[in-house]
């Protein structure tokens, strides 16, 4: 079998989307963007499509192109979009605004499908791996569950009163979910699952894993099982990898000089991609707290990393 290919971009107030060799550091692509700057970047399943979520629009590339041009535009947000990720089968796309909506949008068909209010500036959104349930955070500190099968908010809780939830990640299997806000602290809850299909939260933890902001949050993959880690990036230049076991501290990764934006595992978490307003990546070994590689070649703030290092889903 080959080796699944590694696709792994990086976007900045530069205006640029770059793609990289992940193990060379060299970059052998940049898409020039000049209409916003970009918010969030995620690869399809397949490996075929990059989404940019910039303002107010969500741009996809094709990624084994050379082309400047995105191969198509969702245009239906009125302000920056925040937040973007795929259905498992890639089959449709899901976002949130600072436009106080979370949309998902079927690749296979124009428009936008569906649009959920949450009356305050969406920063993040997450699909439970049910694929039936989406998780937003918003900038008021509410956080909603939108039942996709019933078409309505299902639950909706607020760790904090008037602090912003910046990100949200969810554990692979569905058993916990993690909240990090501007406050530098994580809530976790364990899922319940109800009679109905709401999903309930048991609060499980409070985590103060920063002084400055957490800019995001992010639960270690399937692959990396029987570990599990919760990394949070900071705006104090940090990131921190939790053991998700009582949540003690395993490492702390030292090298960027400024905020650290965003962060992704590799498909079997023992690596992660780091994205600083220092103007680079890094990847860092996870079990030794390393850097490895420094991936210069932006002239502003990287604010986003997108990778995608694992086999592409088999076809049915």
């Known amino acids: 079998m080959t080796q699944p290919s590694v696709i792994l971009a990086t976007a900045s107030y530069d205006h640029t989307i770059r793609f990289w060799e992940a193990k060379s550091g060299r970059c052998y692509r940049t898409i020039q963007y000049p209409d916003s700057q970009v918010n969030r970047l995620e690869i399809n399943p397949d490996k075929r499509f990059l989404a940019a979520a910039g303002n107010p629009h969500i741009r996809l590339f094709d990624v084994n192109s050379n082309s400047a041009q995105p191969v198509r535009s969702y245009d239906s947000h009125t302000n920056n979009v925040m937040a973007v990720g795929f259905q498992c089968d890639g089959n449709w796309m899901y976002s949130g605004s600072e436009d106080g909506t979370v949309r998902i949008w079927d690749l296979r068909a124009p428009g936008c499908q569906r649009e959920y209010e949450s009356r305050a500036a969406v920063n993040t959104v997450v699909l439970h791996p049910n694929q039936t349930e989406l998780i937003s955070g918003d900038q008021n500190g509410n956080i909603r569950v939108w039942d996709l099968t019933a078409n309505s908010c299902s639950c909706e809780l607020v760790p904090e009163v008037d602090t912003a939830v910046r990100s949200l990640t969810v554990m692979w299997d569905g058993s916990l979910v993690v909240a990090a806000n501007n406050r530098g602290t994580c809530y976790v809850w364990r899922l319940l ?14 985590l103060q894993a920063h002084d400055g902001y957490i800019l995001k949050c992010l639960l270690s993959p399937e692959f990396c099982e029987p570990h599990r880690y919760l990394a949070t990036a900071s705006s104090d230049h940090t990131v921190k990898i939790w053991n ?6 395993e490492k702390t990764l030292i090298g960027h000089q400024r905020w650290v934006w965003d962060c992704v595992f590799s498909v079997d978490g023992a690596y992660l991609i780091t994205a600083s307003s220092d103007t680079t990546a890094r990847l860092w070994s996870v079990s030794t707290g390393e850097d490895i590689r420094v991936y210069q070649g932006h002239h502003k703030a990287t604010v986003c990393c997108a990778l995608h290092d694992g086999a592409e889903p088999s076809s049915s």
Do not use: A, I, S, Y
């Open 193 to 206: 699952r109800g009679t109905q299909t709401m999903t309930n939260f048991e609060p499980l933890h409070k």
């Open 244 to 249: 998700v076991d009582g949540f003690t501290l």
